[in-house]
Nanobody, 120 residues
Framework: QVQLVESGGGLVQPGGSLRLSCAAYGNIYSIYEMGWYRQAPGKQRELVADITDGYSTNYADSVKGRFTLSRDSAKNTLTLQMNSLKPEDTAVYYC??????????????WGQGTQVTVSS
């Protein structure tokens, strides 16, 4: 069993910053890829950014230059630094991890989601 625990959401004014953190716990052998997704009301869940175990990153065009994703593979943690936040960044943010467990079974796991609200 693998659990992803997220933290760091909240309310911030436009132009402000927030940092989201995600930690993976449990029966983990390795994590190939970790990422953040978001879902705004009435919209589909979309990729924000992800990172491989080789530290190759991929960002949505809408967040390039504003968000920075980092990973600590030794601790199985993921951090998303969000700067210059805009109202359109408002959404529930979800952490995802592509995990191989100690039985060599591969699966995708999701966190419970954390709300980010950008508003004056």
């Amino acid at each position: 069993q693998v659990q992803l625990v997220e933290s760091g959401g909240g309310l911030v004014q436009p132009g402000g910053s927030l940092r989201l953190s995600c930690a993976a716990y449990g029966n983990i052998y390795s994590i190939y890829e970790m990422g953040w997704y978001r879902q705004a009301p009435g919209k589909q869940r979309e990729l924000v950014a992800d990172i491989t175990d080789g530290y190759s990153t991929n960002y949505a065009d809408s967040v390039k230059g504003r968000f920075t994703l980092s990973r600590d593979s030794a601790k199985n943690t993921l951090t998303l630094q969000m700067n210059s936040l805009k109202p359109e960044d408002t959404a529930v943010y979800y952490c995802r991890a592509h995990v191989t467990d100690n039985d060599y079974i591969v699966g995708d796991y999701w966190g419970q989601g954390t709300q980010v609200t950008v508003s004056s």
